[in-house]
């Protein structure tokens, strides 16, 4: 599908248009983000610690997500992580 010269003029005036209806947002937007960045480059600390925080908060959610989708996705036609996931199961030692 093609997208016209009228199409991209409509998109254009709504994106303005939405620009000039928020203006105050994304002024406070830009000054929080750089006063942000200001801080992380007077305390590079600061910024690692909740760089840390962060990915650590990612992790945990993207772990526990992807736990719930393998056991929702046996239903699924074509799942094959059972079948890939055998033989793991052979190569772990009987005491576990």
Same mark, same amino acid.
């Given at each position: 599908?093609? +997208? +016209? ?13 939405? /620009? ?9 937007? !830009?000054? /929080? ?5 200001? @801080?992380?480059? %007077?305390?590079?600390?600061?910024? +690692?610690?909740? %760089?840390?925080?962060?990915? !650590? ?6 772990? /526990? /997500?992807?736990?719930?989708? %393998?056991? +929702?996705?046996?239903? %699924?036609?074509?799942? @094959? !992580? ?13 005491? @576990?």
């Amino acid at each position: 599908m093609a +997208t +016209t010269n009228a199409q991209v003029g409509n998109i254009r005036r709504d994106v303005n248009e939405a /620009i000039r209806s928020h203006w105050v947002l994304f002024l406070i937007q !830009g000054l /929080i983000m750089a006063a942000l960045g200001l @801080i992380a480059a %007077v305390e590079p600390m600061v910024a +690692t610690f909740a %760089v840390e925080i962060f990915a !650590g908060w990612l992790f945990l959610f993207g772990g /526990i /997500i992807g736990l719930a989708s %393998v056991f +929702t996705a046996q239903r %699924v036609p074509g799942y @094959i !992580g059972g079948p890939c996931s055998l033989p793991c199961y052979r190569l772990l030692p009987a005491s @576990i």
